[in-house]
């Protein structure tokens, strides 16, 4: 950490071991990149970070209000009476000072009325992690579950098991609340458009799709914040158990387990790119993009979700911060219905003074977020100017009362103002409710499912044991267990490393790391490796990327592997004695032309970040006990797409310019692996069951055509809009899926539905998913499989002016080869 300078030159020197790295280093923690702060930032900032870091790690039970027999008497602790009562209640308790207190994310006690302070901040993006200040590991419970990073769960395509996971991580979260070492409000999930490869957090998200961003941010929301009753696992039924007795209504006094968080609202997906950093960045997004990609996975996190937070981001969204921009929160909380509080990322109301300069004061920075509809600041800026800003009459207490409606609502829902909450309906959850074996199962099954088998000539995998007599396996990331987590991670249960993994199937089995770290400037160690690679049978290269190459504040500046990584795996594959199995790690895509043109290179695999269990998960693929199945949830560029800039936002191509679109639904340009891209064991064979082949649009259209609602071009009606559709449910049909595994081996497989849309509006995508699931399949047999389709949603998408329209005429349906026309006419 560096050292940081007071204005009185008193040194404050802030030592965290790595494994508890806050959201951003201190570098940019506040987020300044001088080593000398700004002289208006107080000494007192940084101890109030230090403490906070660190509350709680100690405690054997959480503190909380209303703690009978004296201070439970209060109006607040009446839980008979409805929260918005129990909130004004409590605020009328509270002076001016203490309100403005309520305003940090380490929320400050009061302790004439028994309450306690409370931190906001935890995170649990795939797991518990020590990002944030509201989780601990010191304490009885010294771990916890380590899953798979959201990017290769997401290349599960299985909602059963991305919400089994959420259920899975609640469960270790409140058993850990319990026990005073984690907060009840987490900052997750992250659900922005995987827009760009070069992208530092592409990894914690769900990729690129906004329809696949959508139903993870469904699934986890609905798992994680409880309640949710279609998990059929162990883990769902504990949760459904504790929950016997909850209220189904939203609203309700304990009805939340815990609070997730929809973030980065919205466009936030630039960390450091030239001279543009995530906090001086303003995304210029037209009105097409803005409804039908970087919205979506928001609004249905909030409408179907029904989280009970969003975080608005850095950057600012045509011209005007995202946390200062009334019509982007208002929209969260007006029009998709958000119960719940608005933060702000961790100093991202400075950020609207200090680099956006969008206001010339910060008092102005105070009044615009407040006024914008923002609840709470994670950091001290409007601890320390929201008094100002009242003496100015720049705010009225009316504006924080607003936002404390909205915090406290969300506390007396978590069940926070009802008593020792170990003795509610969580509260027997403890430390033999963590680290669970069906916990790790779980997570073993999750990096199963996500794991892509890319390349796989002339069926080199899987692996027979028994004839397998030695193996060499080569990589600086194959013998590192600790880098297999990715971005925000936690203490895991248990970390084998991927060669653990590998010698648990092969006694005689070598290491060598041939370069001295990822970034792999030297060729020292290439020696080392090409020897053992001679000696052995068979060879596995793992290559790839980690958090020392993307990362929170760092983008890719390349799609190559690092350094002389592609001439370690080149000379290793030489010198084999056969074609070797190259295993990639890291979020990003990859520009592996090299080695899918090689001979000499049999198999690839991508293995993402793959989470405790991604030793054991990839050794069972590659010797054949688990047949893989996950397909990659983003498209893999050419190294020549970083001659885009990246702070281009446009999703559509533009030919005229030379640009190429991004994602798989509107990018023209070459690839190396598609978006779907996956292979198997087995081969599979598609067949339609039933599918549709006529839908009618009927209703009266009179209003339609009077408010041109319908665009016509002769006697030909091109498209109509979808808030003029008489009755979306009418359009809503099932599409009936045999899939036939014709190999020998079981196996799961995931079934992506794609519509091709008629070219009748500017812009319209090259295609898109309509619908997807993962069905398990029998050597040999057939699976039937149904996948629900909305029109009004998944056959739509947005004009020019970002009206959401549905075009009428042939659509192509199509699952791998097999396609079906599909006709929508009035």
């Not at 309520?102 to 797991?127: D, F, K, T």
């Not at 020998?744 to 997807?772: C, N």
Request: charged content about 20%.
């Amino acid at each position: 950490m560096p050292t940081l300078r007071s204005p009185l030159h008193f040194e404050v020197r802030l030592h965290f071991p790595q494994s508890r790295r806050k959201k951003r280093n201190l570098k940019t923690q506040f987020p300044f990149q001088n080593t000398q702060m700004p002289p208006h930032f107080p000494l007192f900032f940084f101890v109030f970070f230090f403490l906070s870091s660190f509350s709680s790690s100690s405690t054997r039970k959480p503190l909380f209000p209303c703690e009978p027999p004296k201070q439970n008497s209060y109006q607040f602790c009446n839980t008979s009476l409805p929260i918005s009562s129990r909130a004004r209640s409590l605020i009328s308790h509270l002076t001016l000072q203490e309100k403005i207190r309520q305003l940090s994310n380490n929320a400050s006690a009061v302790p004439r009325l028994g309450i306690p302070a409370y931190q906001w901040w935890s995170e649990s993006l795939h797991g518990l992690a020590t990002n944030g200040p509201g989780v601990s590991f010191n304490g009885s419970i010294a771990a916890a579950a380590a899953f798979p990073q959201v990017l290769l769960m997401a290349a599960s395509f299985n909602r059963s098991l991305w919400s089994s996971v959420a259920s899975a991580v609640a469960v270790e979260a409140r058993a850990m609340y319990n026990y005073g070492q984690a907060g009840l409000t987490f900052w997750a999930p992250n659900v922005n458009v995987f827009r760009d490869p070069r992208w530092g957090r592409g990894q914690e998200t769900p990729g690129e799709d906004p329809m696949v961003g959508s139903a993870f941010a469904v699934e986890f929301v609905k798992g994680f914040q409880g309640g949710n009753g279609r998990i059929e696992s162990g883990i769902g039924e504990k949760i459904r158990v504790l929950e016997d007795d909850q209220d189904d209504d939203d609203g309700k006094s304990g009805d939340l387990m815990l609070s997730a968080c929809c973030k980065h609202l919205t466009a936030y997906d630039l960390e450091m790119w030239g001279s543009f950093s995530r906090y001086n960045f303003n995304a210029v997004i037209t009105d097409q993009d803005f409804e039908d990609t970087y919205q979506p996975p928001f609004r249905s996190c909030v409408q179907q979700g029904k989280a009970s937070c969003v975080m608005c981001s850095y950057n600012a969204v045509n011209g005007v911060p995202a946390c200062a921009q009334k019509d982007l929160l208002a929209q969260a909380r007006d029009k998709w219905g958000l119960k719940g509080y608005i933060t702000s990322d961790c100093d991202a109301v400075a950020t609207v003074l200090e680099y956006q300069h969008y206001t010339k004061n910060p008092e102005d920075a105070v009044a615009d977020v407040l006024k914008a509809g923002m609840d709470i600041n994670c950091g001290t800026y409007l601890l320390r100017h929201t008094l100002a800003a009242i003496q100015q009459e720049k705010v009225l207490e009316e504006d924080i009362d607003r936002a404390l409606i909205n915090l406290f609502s969300v506390q007396i829902r978590l069940g926070l103002f009802d008593g020792d909450p170990r003795k509610g309906k969580y509260g027997r959850l403890g430390p033999q409710d963590v680290c669970t074996s069906e916990t790790k199962k779980l997570a073993l099954e999750a990096a199963r499912q996500g794991i892509v088998l890319l390349k796989n000539d002339k069926k080199f995998l899987p692996l027979k044991k028994d004839v397998v007599s030695s193996l060499a396996v080569i990589g600086p990331l194959a013998d590192d267990g600790t880098k297999l987590g990715g971005g925000y991670t936690g203490v895991p249960c248990s970390q084998k490393s991927l060669f653990d993994g590998f010698r648990d199937y092969v006694k005689k089995t070598s290491y060598a790391a041939g370069c001295f770290n990822v970034s792999c400037y030297s060729d020292e160690g290439f020696d080392e490796a090409i020897n053992i690679a001679k000696e052995a049978d068979y060879v596995v290269v793992v290559a790839g990327i980690d958090l020392s190459q993307e990362t929170e504040d760092h983008d890719r500046v390349s799609l190559l592997l690092p350094g002389k990584q592609m001439a370690l795996v080149s000379s290793v594959a030489a010198a084999s004695k056969n074609p070797v199995i190259l295993v990639l790690t890291g979020g990003g895509p990859l520009d592996v032309l090299f080695a899918e043109k090689s001979p000499q290179i049999a198999s690839m695999i991508w293995v993402g970040y793959p989470g405790q269990e991604g030793g054991r998960a990839l050794a069972e693929i590659i010797f054949g006990d688990v047949n893989p199945g996950g397909r990659l949830p983003m498209t893999w560029y050419p190294e020549a797409f970083t001659n885009v800039p990246m702070n281009d936002m446009r999703m559509r191509a533009d030919p005229s310019r030379g640009y190429p679109g991004r994602t798989y639904r509107f990018y023209t340009g070459s690839r190396v692996y598609a978006f779907g891209q996956g292979l198997s064991y087995s081969n599979y064979t598609y067949r339609f069951l039933s599918v549709p082949s006529k839908l009618s649009v009927s209703g009266s259209f009179e209003d339609a055509f009077r408010e041109n609602a319908i665009h016509q071009v002769g006697d030909q009606l091109d498209y109509i809009y979808i808030d003029a559709v008489p009755s979306c449910d009418s359009l809503r049909f099932s599409v009936e899926i045999s899939t036939m595994n014709v190999g020998d081996m079981d196996g799961a497989h995931v079934v992506l539905l794609f519509s091709r849309p008629p070219k009748v509006v500017q812009g319209a995508p090259e295609k898109q998913l309509i619908g997807f699931s993962s069905v398990n399949t029998i050597s040999n047999g057939s699976t039937s499989t149904s996948i629900l389709v909305d029109s009004c949603m998944h056959l739509s998408f947005a004009n020019e002016k970002g009206r959401r329209v549905l075009p009428l005429g042939d659509h192509t349906l199509f699952l791998g080869d097999l396609e079906s026309t599909l006709s929508i006419e009035t």
